[in-house]
């Protein structure tokens, strides 16, 4: 029987448990219309096409991972709110593969809503930066690095790459502590230096 008072937020909420479930690349417009009650052509009344969809799913992953991260990150800074950050991320990916999948998507076009939220993400990762002095270019930087390290570890991890008997959490650790250390000596530019020199 159809579902009665289908809108694009109840689309998406099916979506999301079919990507959580099966991983991202096996959401269809066929799969989701049998989630949802519906005839296939009827989704197209919420969204446009397959890639749109992901899109929604994009933005709903940049949207509690933002919620979840800011709550993680309130009224802490430096090397707790760097290991925050990055348990979060690690925390969401378990608990939700497919919107991890998504959350690493590029979207051509962002809607307002989803920019904003973008860039409130963004800043989070900024402000940790900040915490270790790091501001400017060096900060964009330091922040493509971390989030590429962060990334790559949880990729694995979630992909099931980790194979030997050495506990993962403490392989997670080291890269925390690995991370820390390498922001607290970065950068090599001379302003930071004699920042960091007269601290």
Not at 16 to 41: C, H, N, Q, W, Y
Not at 98 to 125: C, E, H, M, N
Not at 129 to 155: E, K, N, P
Request: glycine share 8%.
């Amino acid at each position: 029987m159809p579902r009665a008072g289908l809108n694009l937020d109840a689309v998406v909420d099916a979506a999301v448990v079919i990507a959580d479930a099966d991983g991202l690349d096996s959401l269809s417009f066929a799969k989701l219309a049998m989630e949802l009650g519906v005839r296939a052509p009827s989704l197209y009344n919420h969204v446009e096409c397959l890639g749109s969809l992901k899109a929604h799913l994009t933005s709903r992953a940049l949207s509690l991972l933002l919620d979840a991260t800011r709550d993680a990150m309130a009224g802490i800074a430096g090397r707790e709110a760097l290991a925050a950050f990055g348990r979060t991320q690690r925390d969401f990916a378990k608990a939700h593969p497919g919107l991890w999948s998504a959350f690493k998507l590029p979207i051509a076009q962002w809607s307002d809503a989803a920019q904003r939220t973008a860039d409130s993400y963004v800043a989070l990762a900024l402000a940790i930066m900040r915490g270790y002095g790091l501001a400017g270019d060096d900060a964009i930087h330091a922040t493509r690095v971390v989030r590429a390290s962060l990334q790559g570890f949880i990729d694995l991890e979630v992909g099931g790459g980790f194979g030997l008997k050495q506990k993962v959490d403490l392989s997670f650790d080291t890269l925390l502590s690995m991370l820390h250390v390498s922001l607290s000596q970065y950068p090599v530019t001379t302003g930071h230096k004699q920042l960091r020199a007269a601290k």
